[in-house]
């Protein structure tokens, strides 16, 4: 276990449609990031948010948003949903300080299915 | 793009020793060498990083070359739970900065 949370595991939703997926981190880490798995692509990051701010940015679509809560909780939204969006999403964290440790450990990922 | 080389794929005999090689000759001095292993579509999983000297921890050790140019993964005595596909990543440490971008990996394939 590594101490990050990912729900729902399992979301079969219709194109066009929205949803969001949750991520909290682990316990004391700023740092909260979010990848995209699909069969032809691998893993693919999309965005980094650190203590509240977006850090960095990778391959995200605009009708994929994202945000970190002060609790240090994040959400990825994806809107406008298409089928080619079924992919395995996956947060990620990591402690953000130069002595707190930065390794970056993974959740479980969801499971976005478009129908 | 990721900043590593790696092979495809690679077989094992449960119980020997795995190798894995990595090429990273562009690596930056303030970059480390990650490895990650991702057990078919589960989280990718932590295994160990290094700077420049060799490290070892419970899953494996990491030999780093002089040069800093390659690397190896040594799992010391494969498992079949240890049939995975393993990432190297370069990345640099420390701050708010540093996300990891992967490659294809190796898919390591451990048999009876």
């Known amino acids: 276990d590594s101490g990050v949370t990912q729900t729902p595991k399992h979301l079969i939703t219709a194109t066009g449609q929205r949803v969001t997926l949750r991520c909290s981190p682990r316990?004391?880490?700023?740092?909260v990031y979010w990848y995209q798995q699909s069969l032809d692509q691998g893993l693919q990051f999309l965005i980094q948010?650190?203590?509240?701010?977006?850090?960095a940015k990778g391959n995200i679509l605009e009708r994929f948003s994202a945000q970190q809560f002060p609790d240090l909780h994040s959400e990825l939204n994806l809107s406008s949903l298409e089928l080619g969006d079924s992919a395995l999403y996956f947060c990620?964290?990591?402690?953000?300080?130069?002595?707190?440790?930065?390794?970056?450990?993974f959740g479980e990922g969801s499971w976005l299915t478009v129908v | 793009d990721a900043k590593t080389t790696q092979p495809p794929s690679m077989d094992c005999a449960e119980g020997r020793a795995a190798n894995l090689p990595c090429n990273h000759s562009?690596?930056?001095?303030?970059?480390?060498v990650y490895w990650y292993r991702q057990i078919h579509s589960q989280g990718p999983q932590y295994i160990i990083h290094?700077?420049?000297n060799n490290e070892t921890n419970e899953m494996a050790s990491l030999i780093i070359t002089e040069d800093r140019k390659s690397s190896t993964l040594i799992l010391p005595h494969a498992t079949l739970r240890d049939t995975a596909v393993y990432y190297c990543?370069?990345?640099?440490?420390?701050?708010?900065?540093?996300?990891?971008?992967f490659g294809k990996g190796t898919k390591l394939s451990v048999k009876p």
């Open positions: 948010y650190y203590n509240g701010e977006e850090r």
């Open positions: 562009t690596i930056s001095g303030n970059e480390y």
């Open positions: 990620a964290s990591s402690g953000g300080g130069l002595l707190s440790g930065n390794t970056i450990y």
């Open positions: 990543i370069v990345r640099v440490y420390g701050g708010s900065q540093g996300n990891l971008i």
């Open positions: 316990s004391g880490d700023l740092s």
């Open positions: 290094g700077l420049k």
